[in-house]
């Protein structure tokens, strides 16, 4: 579609010859002799651009800015003049005038202004776009719920949003601990600031404390530049430390420093960095337990327990159940350009009725199943339990469907350690699947420890928990 352009100027001639060099161009051009035709123009039609004479009968250039930046006209206005100063181009720009283009001009000059006002256009609806995209990403999902036992939650980490209070949000995997942190962050008075999130259990302990505390230049054979930890990169913000059971007792001594002193040392540094964060940690495990077992430092327990948000696990409060299955089915529906999906009152029965070992993560993940693999415009038990594959069996706890395996074997060259690599990513595939993204619980269903898991899990390239 063209862009508009109105011309706005008590010269006819130059209305005329102007109006024949831009539609020559491509423009779609309409004329005007004064300032209060124009309003009415403007009133009846949107225009892109406006190109507005400073002296005219009736209604000015400027008095007609005026005009148009109080009712809000949309459009980029050039002001033009044969009598125009500094002191006029200026005011004209503070009013809002793009540009300013003294009389008598060229016409290459005017297109040229006229591309120029375009692609600064341009600029700014991309910048407008990206800016509401990464507003989006950076605000939490709604925490959804119909249950007391979530009303409790959401309460309670409204109450302490606003305050610096340490929080452990403790829960089974896949309840929802990150929602809650992001809640607590995005709710509260930090929320321009940064939200960064850290599996502890997802990095090698080689590398943990680099990655939280940052390291100096040389501190170990790959460290090739300074660089600021995610503690740092936090600063003034949130940092969510997720499944903090997993970090090792040396990494607990300078966490515990950090929240007792507010400050971090750099890996092979020798100066100390003051960074004001408020942290709130997650864990799966029971860190009394822990630290009766010696493997959690006791000081550091009472730090972060300032504030416990206990997150229940959706067998705890099933009221749940039919609002977050619809809204992920919905989710869904429409990530993957799918018809609108309803979910039968017996279907929904046979969820309320599952034990959800995998919690909200097992039924997010089921929910993505059925929009892709489901068919008709309403889902049924029978249709629901056709691909309700690996997450237990909705009847009441058994153990699902058995999987099949298969893996590709050549018969001219049977490369055994290929074979028992595939053979190993598909069965830590199933075992995330079953355990609901729980790394530590699929470690243990494999019957291998959580270090080795996460390691081979990277080497696969698995995602999951």
């Known amino acids: 579609m063209a862009d508009r352009i109105l011309i706005v100027d008590d010269e006819a001639s130059l209305r005329d010859a102007l109006s024949r060099i831009l539609t020559a161009e491509g423009y779609e051009v309409r004329q005007a002799g004064d ?45 033009m003049s044969a009598f125009g ?12 005038a793009y540009d300013y283009v003294s009389k008598p001009f060229m016409s290459d000059e005017i297109l040229l202004t006229l591309r120029k006002a375009a692609e600064r256009e341009r600029l700014r609806t991309e910048n407008d776009f990206l800016r509401s995209e990464i507003e989006k990403t950076s605000r939490p999902e709604e925490i959804l719920y119909a249950s007391r036992p979530m009303e409790e939650v959401v309460r309670t980490a409204g109450k302490v949003k606003d305050y610096d209070a340490t929080v452990l949000v403790t829960g089974e995997s896949g309840t929802g601990k990150e929602l809650v942190a992001r809640l607590l962050h995005f709710g509260g008075r930090r929320k321009g600031k940064p939200f960064v999130a850290v599996n502890c259990g997802a990095i090698p302990e080689t590398l943990l404390e680099s990655e939280l505390f940052g390291h100096r230049r040389g501190a170990f054979t790959e460290a090739k530049t300074d660089r600021a930890g995610l503690i740092e990169e936090a600063g003034g913000g949130t940092l969510f430390l997720d499944e903090i059971g997993e970090l090792p007792l040396p990494l607990q001594t300078k966490l515990l420093r950090f929240l007792q002193e507010g400050e971090i040392r750099r890996l092979g540094d020798t100066e100390t960095r003051k960074v004001n964060v408020r942290l709130v940690a997650a864990t799966a495990r029971d860190l009394e337990r822990e630290v009766a077992g010696g493997r959690f430092r006791e000081d550091l327990f009472y730090r972060l327990n300032v504030i416990r948000i206990h997150v229940p696990p959706l067998r705890e409060r099933r009221d749940d159940i039919p609002l977050l299955a619809k809204h992920f089915l919905s989710h869904y529906c429409g990530k993957y350009g799918k018809r609108e999906m309803l979910l039968s009152a017996d279907a929904l029965a046979a969820m309320s009725a599952h034990e959800w070992r995998g919690n909200v993560r097992e039924l997010r993940n089921l929910m993505e199943r059925c929009a892709l693999l489901a068919t008709g415009a309403e889902v049924h038990r029978a249709g629901l339990l056709a691909v309700w594959k690996g997450g237990g069996s909705p009847e009441g706890g058994g153990s699902g469907p058995a999987f099949e395996i298969r893996v590709p074997v050549s018969p001219e060259r049977p490369d055994l350690k290929a074979a028992v690599r595939e053979l190993e990513r598909q069965l830590i595939r199933i075992a995330l699947e079953r355990t609901g993204g729980s790394r530590p ?25």
């Open 85 to 96: 100063t500094v002191e006029t181009a200026v005011e004209a720009m503070k009013l809002g």
């Open 441 to 465: 619980k699929a470690a243990e269903l494999l019957g291998i420890s959580h270090p080795t898991l996460l390691y081979k899990a990277k080497e696969f390239g698995i995602e999951g928990g």
């Open 35 to 79: 300032g209060k035709e124009a309003l009415g123009i403007l009133g009846a039609q949107r225009f892109d651009f406006l190109l507005c004479d400073l002296r005219m009968p009736v209604m000015g250039g400027l008095e007609l800015l005026r005009e148009i930046t109080a009712r809000g006209i949309p459009g980029t206005v050039i002001m």
